[in-house]
């Protein structure tokens, strides 16, 4: 299984920015994704799963703010993040949960300036 992520980059607090992550290596369709972000000195966190159902889900603190899409035919999930504040700026890492075991990509730059 391969993960590459991209779309990072720098940006003004109050902008936006779309993450990708394409897969490979897997039945996407049945795959638990998800983007995960870590700060510098701060543990990994959830932001966002979309389950294979269809369902997804949002950590609090990016709530009405980031949206997690996928699209089963392009094997990519995407991560729309709004309304961008400092606090956000994190390597952003795109995760599969597939068969009970986790896949990671190797994370993209967010950087958001006040």
């Known amino acids: 299984v391969q993960l590459q992520a991209f779309g990072g980059g720098l940006v003004q607090a109050g902008g936006s920015l779309r993450l990708s992550c394409a897969a490979s290596?897997?039945?996407?369709?049945?795959?638990?994704m998800a983007w995960y972000r870590q700060a510098p000195g701060k543990q990994r966190e959830l932001v966002a799963r979309?389950?294979?159902?269809?369902?997804?889900n949002e950590a609090d603190s990016v709530k009405g703010r980031f949206s997690i899409s996928r699209d089963n035919a392009k094997n990519t999930v995407y991560l729309q993040m709004n309304s961008l504040k400092p606090e956000d700026t994190a390597l952003y890492y795109c995760?599969?949960?597939?068969?009970?075991?986790?896949?990671w990509g190797q994370g993209t730059l967010v950087t958001v300036s006040s």
């Open positions: 979309a389950i294979s159902a269809g369902s997804t």
């Open positions: 290596g897997l039945t996407f369709s049945i795959a638990s």
């Open positions: 995760n599969a949960d597939y068969y009970g075991r986790g896949f």
